[in-house]
């Protein structure tokens, strides 16, 4: 889940590295966000199979890319593709809570 919050608006050897961390940031803030509602999802999709299938390819995918490249960089531009679907779940989680919120507060 790099970078880290504490490295977000630190200044930075040039301007570039400074103005990627901090549009980095946002991308992260997004991801922080959604991540949290990805066992939402996981509990409503729980009995089927093509999601678990997903879920299981793209977290493997993630431990051996954490495992196996060492530059921190390298790794943040690697892992995007690997990472997005799970935030896509955090997304779809999110949705899902607001459907059933919407439902109780209509059928009160």
Known sequence: LAPFPN??????????ST???RVSAFE??????FL???????????????FWIILLFFGSMLLIFGFTVINIGTFYRMRYG?????????VM?????L?????KSVRQ
């Open 7 to 16: 490295r977000w608006f630190t200044k930075w050897l040039t301007l570039e």
């Open 19 to 21: 103005i990627m961390r």
């Open 28 to 33: 992260m803030m997004g991801v922080y966000f």
């Open 36 to 50: 949290p509602f990805l066992p939402y999802t996981v509990w409503s999709l729980r009995k089927r199979i093509d």
């Open 82 to 90: 690997f990472l997005m679907p799970f935030v896509s779940f955090g």
């Open 93 to 97: 989680g999110f949705v899902i809570f």
């Open 99 to 103: 459907q059933q919120l919407r439902k």
